[in-house]
């Protein structure tokens, strides 16, 4: 039993700790060389499969009634706008030499909520819908910002409003709006099967925990077929850490305000670190990926400690 209740306390960094584990033994064993070219495209295709599971199941708990924008929405959404605007004021005046670390920064800032915030909130005892609403208001926010941002960053790349907007935009339709209406058509129309999937406790939790582990290794591999020393490696790691603990402290500061702490916390501090790193790769120089690819450590480690908290109040308040 204490074996099960340390694996449940501790989901999050078993699976990341396995996500290493697992590329590191098939990146530098030679005969594990095959497997690894076989096992790598189906990686990636399971990825997305993965998160639109987790969105699936989550939304299928969903009171579709109740998903309306709330007051810390918007000091949530001023904080972000605020940070990001210094941070994009930084980089302008910066030389070049420090523009990768900057870059790295903005990523874990500019970035959206986590899909998988709802999740950890639900799990921690906060509102499910007020969650999900405020994670489509924060891709919204990013979707404008990044085509606004990015060209400024990086003169090189020729990204033009309108194709970055709807590209970004594809991509947030696919990931969050497709699973949110298959889950109200199963919701409302299929209630058997509907049944069935909420009857499984902590099923999406536990998809995310797998996802949580394809996206370890991917960040392993990025940092160890990263070009750049190991000092700015541990620089843009530690940066990433203190990031990650201000957007946690201050979402939970404005949350105090409305009695909404849990969730403004994990609105302004769980990422969508997933996106942020194709972002990076795709627009940015590709090593700023290391940020946000650190950030996933930092954020489930505080969200580890946060669930684990919560199961030990738990357990008091039922003796």
């Keep these: ?71 810390w929405h918007f000091w949530i959404g001023v904080f972000q706008l605020l940070f990001i605007g210094i941070l994009m004021a930084i980089i302008l005046a910066s030389p070049t030499p420090s523009l990768i670390i900057l870059e790295a920064i903005l990523m ?33 926010i990013t979707v404008l910002l990044v085509p606004i941002c990015f060209p400024l960053i990086e003169p090189s790349v020729h990204m033009e409003f309108w194709p970055a907007f709807l590209k970004i935009l594809h991509e947030v339709f696919i990931v969050l709006i497709v ?66 603990i201000v957007q946690f402290a201050v979402g939970r500061f404005i949350g105090h305000y409305f009695n909404h702490t849990q969730e403004a916390g994990q609105a302004l501090g769980q990422k969508n670190t997933a996106f942020a790193i194709w972002l990076s790769s795709t627009y940015l120089n590709p090593l700023s990926s290391v940020g946000p690819g650190c950030y996933i450590l930092w954020q489930n480690i505080i969200n580890s400690v946060e669930i684990w908290q919560k199961r030990k109040e738990d357990i008091t308040s039922c003796r």
């Design 108 to 140: 874990c800032v500019i970035s959206p909520c986590a899909t998988a915030a709802a999740v950890v909130t639900q799990k921690l005892g906060g509102s499910l819908e007020q969650m999900t609403t405020y994670t489509f208001l924060s891709n919204f």
């Design 1 to 71: 039993m204490n074996i099960i209740r340390f694996i449940k306390d501790w989901t999050l960094p078993i699976a990341m700790s396995l996500g290493a584990v697992i590329y590191l033994l098939f990146a530098f064993t030679t005969a594990l060389d095959d497997a690894s070219r076989f096992f790598a495209p189906i990686m990636q295709t399971i990825l997305p499969l993965f998160m639109f599971l987790i969105l699936f199941v989550t939304f299928c708990k969903v009171d579709f009634h109740k998903l309306r924008p709330v007051a």
């Design 179 to 244: 699973p949110m209406l298959l889950a109200y058509i199963v919701k409302h129309y299929m209630k058997r099967l509907h049944a069935k999937i909420i009857a499984v406790r902590d099923l999406s939790y536990y998809l995310w925990a797998c996802s949580l582990m394809i996206v370890t290794g991917t960040t392993v591999k990025n940092i160890v077929n990263a070009q750049a020393s190991i000092w700015m490696l541990l620089a843009i790691a530690l940066l990433g850490l203190v990031i990650c």
